[in-house]
């Protein structure tokens, strides 16, 4: 993947987050029922914009996992 499909995955993804954090932590309104569950949309968001930045500091030359020096 390029940089600019890595940072268009990663910034709305990250977005997603940030937006979910804060509707699940407004107070329930007992009259309106929560249509959305935001947890899930959470984890989902988080795993997704973890692994977007994973890859995009791989993109920049930094290796960050896989065997190194043992063949």
């Known amino acids: 993947m390029s940089l600019t499909v890595t940072l268009a995955i990663l910034i709305p993804a990250a977005l997603l987050f940030a937006f979910g954090s804060w509707k699940s932590a407004q107070p329930a309104d007992p009259l309106k029922p929560r249509l959305i569950p935001w947890r899930p949309i959470?984890?989902?968001?988080?795993?997704?914009?973890?692994?977007?930045?994973?890859?995009?500091?791989?993109?920049?030359?930094?290796?960050t996992g896989g065997r190194t020096g043992m063949r």
């Open 42 to 63: 959470i984890i989902i968001s988080a795993v997704i914009a973890l692994l977007m930045l994973v890859h995009l500091v791989n993109t920049f030359g930094f290796e």
